[in-house]
């Protein structure tokens, strides 16, 4: 099936009419929405489906004749808050089109190639980025995983269950890893690199160490219009010195800081808060530089609260360390799409690029081979309904990940 129908039947599901953007959370009626076109498309195209342990979608083109560790591809299906159609999806829907245009080109693979597509990537409803592949690597233990919740306070084994899943189940896959030769994410770009050198399609090179930290500062209720200025233990103003603090030393250091996420409670217009409740995303280049910025977030904080007579604490909530993607695998799709010419490469050769997002083929890049290719994004903006990749753009990566799974599954 053509890449645009897929794209059409998949682009409706869990959109909001009215922001445009899209609100897939893991295991809510959207998601499931999702994981059922999932099923039904591989089952369309005559690929085997599968949910793993930690409800992971695989679906899997093993022809007979196909033997020995698999080539996986894929990408995830959920979204951040409000966000664009194509982080996750472009990789998931780019790899059946490709499947299904390598078998309409005559070619049968040597080993299986399975499509994955791993759960709560964004962390947007449990909080843990990555959290299928984290599962799946252990590098999160199931018991941590089962008690995270929702803000609703649901946890992660709750919403499981209701989904149909057996939350005891969760945990390491290590075989099912064991068995993957590589694994190669298609996302669109989230950055405008690829736009400036005028290219379709580049490859990842790397990924900018980042994580979660989540600040809770306690405070005392009050009134807004009787209580003195001396009087009031406000945390917003530590929460305000935080916010600057993540600004100004993020620049200083060239780094990123971000809060996104903040719950004022209990969020009366005419009464100071008793908790301001917030969620720091920290990027930088290395690890020293990550570990500095976010100290002077927390210091900035901590001061700001004693002076307030407010509890201050500054916790990590999940941390991925700097990925540097296998330097074969990565070369040998740099040779596959330079081999392709400019419909898929642009004039140049093929562009590598480091990227300060996060990504499963980052989490699994600690258990086997992995690479990304990045579909150019002419705007640059990610994370928002105005994400967006041209049709034509789609096309090379399809083109272009045909390639690659033609080379890397081949004889
Ligand atoms: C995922 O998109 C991330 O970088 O947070
Ligand atoms: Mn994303
Ligand atoms: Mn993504």
Known sequence: MAFTDLWAQLEPIGRDAGTGGYRRYSWTAADLECREWFTATAADLGLQPECDR??????????????????ATGSHLDSVPDGGAFDGPLGIVSAFAAIDLLREQGFSPARPVVV??????????????????????????????????DSGGVSLAGAMTAAGLDPAALGPDADRLAGLACYVELHIEQ????????????????????????????????????????????????????????RRSAVARGALATFGKVVAEPGGTNAIC??????????????????????????????????????????????????????????????????????????????????GAGHDAGVLAARLPTAMLFVRNPTGVSHSPAEHAEPADCAAGVTG???????LAGP
């Open 54 to 71: 930690n409800g992971n979608l695989w679906a899997w083109w093993a022809p007979p004749g196909a033997a020995g560790p698999a080539v």
């Open 116 to 149: 994955a597509a791993f759960t709560e990537e964004e962390g947007a409803r449990f909080g843990v980025a990555c959290l299928g592949s984290r599962l799946a690597a252990g590098v999160i233990t199931p018991a941590a995983a089962r008690d995270l919740r």
């Open 191 to 246: 950055g405008s690199a690829l736009d400036g050198l005028g290219a379709p399609v580049g490859v990842g090179e790397s990924i900018w160490p980042h994580g979660r930290w989540r600040l809770e500062l306690t405070g005392r209720a009050d009134h807004a219009g009787t209580t003195q200025i001396a009087d009031r233990r406000d945390p917003m103003l530590p929460y305000a010195a935080a916010v600057l603090a993540a």
């Open 274 to 355: 008793s908790a301001v409740r917030a969620w720091l995303d920290a990027r930088a280049p290395d690890e020293d530089t990550l570990a500095a910025v976010t100290g002077e977030v927390g210091a900035a904080a901590q001061a700001a609260a004693d002076e307030q007579g407010v509890g201050c604490d500054l916790r990590r909530e999940s941390f991925s360390p700097v990925v540097s993607f296998d330097a074969g695998l990565r070369d040998r799709l740099a040779a596959t799409l330079d081999r392709a010419g400019a419909p898929v490469r642009g004039q140049a050769p093929v562009p590598v690029l480091p990227t």
């Open 401 to 407: 990940l045909a390639a690659v799974l033609r080379d």
